[in-house]
């Protein structure tokens, strides 16, 4: 295995527009918010939901204003990383706090308790299943929603999923307001504020994507993959082996050097994700331990990651939250969490297997990270446009949320 990605540290060991709450990073030229199509990364399955969790879809909002300094068109744009940074000293965001602060009494108000009558929505990889590891605990059959979703996950075809999402058209990233684009924009934006960084990270339910880390590799130099499936964690063992049937990431790798603008080639962008990947480890959010006790990676980290995933493998609302409030047990008081998941999804395809997601909204999200503990940085929505909704799923759009553990939680 080249490129300091050896076995003993990888292997298993047990066209829209768009909205943002919080803190704002600074578009570059001609970057509008976004608001165009959504698409998963490692996924699991919950119970059907209505729209929006329990409550009714919300009514059409008008279209926001741009916050772009120059050079602003009608379908967003994609401004370098680089230059963003520059438009404000030291990469600062603009503060939207008081529009955040309106959200979140809102929120509080509608939410009885901690969860109150509408009960506490749930994707990712990440579940009680069949697939034993160190850190699975309890039986999800005590719980029907994980126990049918622990069947439907066995079927589960990481290269179909792949080929659904991560090639053209879905995977096409020469337009600025595709998807893919969207999500590693908000990535790379996030992350050249130079307030997400450390030493350790640890990405939750990676599935079989690396996309994810591409920007935060530069940042943090002990990396921890994780997924519940075992055909995922060996999806990704290809990849960081540099095996030959590994799925092809260069041209996201391409891609993110771009945008973030220092000059980087391709390789070694990929060659610093893979020798700051130390190991993959399995997973369970719906443990207390989520990673077992005894977990070999150094805890607790300075940053989480996790895309698609916890709005996916529980079977509720409640279930979500739970979720996020096991995962949140793993960062330090002041860390960070980036999370990126799907809206107003209920099922998607991954082979010949139809799987199950409950629709969460944005106040959804919201709220449980204020639950959690969380203070919310910046939320984003991204709305999928009608050329990317493919047959696949029926993603309505999907979230970026950059929140900051408060210390003392």
């Not at 059907?48 to 967003?76: E, F, I, Q, Y």
């Not at 990469?91 to 529009?99: D, I, T």
């Not at 390789?267 to 070999?296: F, I, N, T």
């Not at 079977?315 to 793993?330: C, K, Y």
Request: charged share 25%; net charge neutral.
């Amino acid at each position: 295995m080249a490129r300091g990605a050896g076995e003993e540290r990888w292997e298993e060991r047990g066209g829209g527009q768009g909205r943002r709450w919080g803190a704002e990073a600074v578009p570059g030229p001609g970057q509008a918010r976004a608001r165009g199509g959504g698409l998963r990364g490692a996924r699991g399955a919950g119970a059907a939901g209505m729209l929006c969790g329990h409550a009714p879809p919300p009514p059409p909002r008008p279209a926001p204003r741009c916050v772009c300094r120059s050079d602003t068109n009608a379908d967003g744009c994609g401004g370098r990383v680089g230059d963003a940074a520059r438009l404000a000293p030291g990469g600062a965001s603009l503060s939207r706090r008081p529009r955040r602060e309106r959200v979140e009494a809102r929120v509080r108000r509608q939410i009885k308790g901690p969860w109150g009558e509408r009960g506490p929505a749930g994707r990712g990889s990440s579940m009680s299943a069949a697939d034993p590891g160190p850190a699975a605990g309890a039986d999800p059959d005590a719980d029907p929603g994980r126990a049918a979703a622990a069947s439907a996950y066995r079927r589960f075809e990481p290269r179909a999923y792949l080929r659904n999402n991560y090639e053209p058209p879905r995977g096409d990233l020469s337009s600025p307001d595709g998807v893919g684009p969207w999500k590693l924009r908000c990535l790379a934006q996030t992350f050249a504020t130079g307030e997400v960084s450390g030493r350790t990270l640890i990405d939750i339910g990676s599935g079989p994507t690396i996309y994810q880390l591409l920007s935060a590799c530069a940042h943090f130099e002990d990396i921890t993959m994780t997924d519940f499936l075992e055909v995922n964690r060996q999806e990704l063992g290809l990849w960081l082996r540099e095996d030959p049937g590994a799925f092809d990431w260069s041209t996201y790798s391409q891609h993110v050097c771009l945008i973030e603008g220092r000059g980087e080639s391709w390789q070694e962008k990929e060659w610093q994700l893979r020798a700051r990947v130390k190991r993959v480890l399995p997973v369970d959010v719906h443990q207390p331990l989520p990673l077992g006790a005894g977990s070999l990676a150094p805890l607790p980290a300075d940053a989480l990651v996790s895309t698609f995933c916890l709005e996916a493998v529980s079977p509720d609302l409640a279930g979500f939250q739970r979720s996020l409030d096991h995962i949140t047990t793993l960062l330090k008081p002041g860390g960070h969490l980036l999370l990126i998941g799907a809206l107003e999804e209920s099922w998607y395809l991954a082979g010949d297997v139809r799987l199950v997601v409950v629709p969460v909204c944005e106040e959804e999200v919201m709220g449980s990270l204020v639950h959690s503990g969380y203070e919310v940085r910046d939320l984003r929505t991204y709305t999928m446009p009608a050329h990317l909704r493919t047959g696949v799923d029926d993603v309505k759009g999907i979230f970026f949320a950059w929140a900051q553990k408060k210390v003392g939680v």
